[in-house]
């Protein structure tokens, strides 16, 4: 087993023997005034709880079920509105590129470069990715196995950069299903390289509602809960003041008022299952 890679973002440490850190946002960027807000009040509350937090959202939804869904703002005006919102706020920054031309625009913005699970395996974008020195969080396709990650991070990995987060987000099982293997955690983190568990996402039903995707979002606590258990170094969550009216994902997201209360738990929890320091509840 290689040695676990160690490195940081800000404030933020990445490693065996760091505490455990969230990746939380709105999936996608409504306007700036309500981006910024999610901003504010997330890190509001992993401030309070002294939890490393990183803010996530997406410039564009690229893959999502309909023609006429919301994909956001696009790459411009995103990217200007995530500057922003770093600037304003001084969290570090992630968001997903989709194409080999996204990634250096990006890079010169995000902290954090995201490869969407559906694109796991393209080896350009990976590069590109990797040859920016940004860090690289690659989510698990649906359709690949654990142990498939390894390539993933080789990829990345060949540039030089070893700045990799690898993060499950659920296994296709049957039509419009996720399931989570449990066993994903220990086989990913033998790669050397930190562990995140996207649980809202692992709730969704893709395509579940015709036009767009279902999702189980009472399913969200007891699987962080068993991923914290596992030994995941980070939680990503996508949270939304009102999942109702969120215009993607909302199926599946964790309202913000039950944040806190879910981060409670988990800290618990891992300060059982990680070896640093945690601060008192």
């Keep these: 087993m290689p040695p676990a890679t160690s490195f940081s973002v800000a404030s933020i440490s990445f490693g065996p023997n760091a505490p455990l850190f969230l ?14 807000a999610m901003a504010e009040k997330i890190g509001a509350i992993a401030a309070e709880l002294n939890i490393p937090y990183i803010f996530k959202a997406s410039y564009d939804k690229a893959n999502r079920s309909s023609v006429s869904s919301f994909r956001g703002p696009q790459l411009e005006e995103g990217l200007r509105i995530l500057a922003a919102i770093k600037k304003h706020t001084g969290l570090p920054i992630l968001t997903d590129v989709h194409d080999v031309s996204q990634v ?6 995000c902290d954090i470069l995201q490869i969407p699970a559906f694109l796991c395996r393209q080896t350009d974008l990976l590069a590109a990715a990797g040859r920016t020195a940004r860090v690289v969080n690659v989510k698990k396709g649906q359709f690949v196995s654990p142990w ?46 930190p562990v995140v568990f996207d649980v809202t996402h692992s709730v969704q039903l893709p395509g579940g509602a015709g036009k767009s995707s279902g999702g189980q979002p009472e399913f969200i606590e007891p699987l962080a809960r068993a991923g914290t258990a596992a030994g995941i170094d980070g939680l990503f969550l996508e949270v939304h003041d009102n999942p109702a009216q969120a215009l993607s994902d909302g199926a599946n997201a964790l309202p913000l008022e039950k944040l806190g209360p879910l981060l409670k738990k988990i800290l618990q929890l891992a300060a059982l299952t990680r070896e640093w320091d945690a601060p008192a509840q």
């Design 23 to 36: 990746i939380a946002g709105p999936c996608v960027i409504e306007s700036e005034a309500h981006a910024t």
């Design 104 to 109: 250096g625009p990006a890079a010169e913005v």
């Design 148 to 193: 498939e990650m390894a390539n993933a991070a080789e990829k990345i990995a060949s540039t030089g950069n070893e700045k990799i987060i690898l993060t499950e987000r659920g296994t296709s099982f049957g039509y419009q299903n996720l399931v989570v293997d449990m066993r994903s955690f220990p086989i990913m983190k033998k790669f050397g390289y």
